[in-house]
């Protein structure tokens, strides 16, 4: 089955350091994107990408690093400059007619 | 001033019941809209396009009205499984989509 995939389902970040949350897709799509939603707030841009070796900030991208070395995978760093990464994460792709394809999310904790 | 603004809700309406909830958008050059459905702590899904001429699909209708900037969602004879956050989404470029905090819908028994 086609579709995005994110692992994990939980994680969970100390103090000062960084983790990396994985975002693999088999839909052939060329952009990618990731995002951030808090309790009673919208979908915020982290970071997105259009094609391979090329990703642009979005509205939140401080305390965030991505790379995008094949078409597959959009890996999302949260660094320890992110002070406040409590937060459900998706990533998402972009389809025909400009439908975005979510993968089921990673919620991260810290503690 | 927010890109997209929904009226948080909630809308809590009987089994059978209409309900109806706007998403007023602030970029007038937006040119694509859409509606996508979350379930609690699960992903979004597309729920439909919204096009200018407004369009249907089954017990749902979505339209548009350009001039006042705001797109609308209609669900008619409300179903249990209705209940949900509905997301409204504005594409003003190419690649960056706009959500709205959604509009939450619970329908009772």
């Known amino acids: 089955d086609g579709g995005i995939t994110q692992s994990p389902k939980y994680l969970f970040r100390k103090e000062g350091q960084n983790v990396t949350l994985s975002c693999e897709q088999n839909?052939?799509?060329?952009?990618m994107y990731w995002y951030r939603q808090d309790p009673g707030q919208g979908l915020r841009l982290i970071y997105y990408?259009?094609?391979?070796?090329?990703?642009q900030k979005g509205d939140i991208a401080e305390g965030y690093s991505v790379s995008r070395e094949k078409k597959e995978s959009f890996p999302l760093t949260v660094t320890s400059a992110q002070k406040n990464p409590t937060a459900f994460y998706l990533c998402?792709?972009?389809?025909?007619?400009?439908?975005?394809?979510f993968g089921p999310g990673t919620r991260l904790l810290v503690l | 001033r927010k890109e997209v603004e929904q009226d948080p809700g909630p809308f809590n309406v009987p089994e059978g019941a209409t309900v109806a909830f706007n998403c007023t958008y602030s970029?007038?050059?937006?040119?694509?809209f859409f509606w996508y459905r979350q379930d609690c702590r699960k992903e979004p899904k597309l729920l439909m396009s919204v096009y200018s001429s407004g369009n249907e699909d089954g017990r749902f209708t979505a339209q548009l009205n350009r001039a006042s900037q705001y797109i609308s969602l209609l669900i008619r004879d409300s179903k249990l499984s209705d209940s949900a956050t509905y997301l409204c989404v504005v594409n003003a470029n190419d690649y960056k989509l706009s959500f709205g905090a959604g509009t939450t819908v619970t329908v009772r028994a």
């Open positions: 970029n007038s050059a937006s040119q694509s």
């Open positions: 998402a792709s972009l389809g025909p007619q400009e439908t975005q394809y």
């Open positions: 839909l052939n799509h060329d952009a």
């Open positions: 990408s259009q094609i391979v070796n090329d990703f």
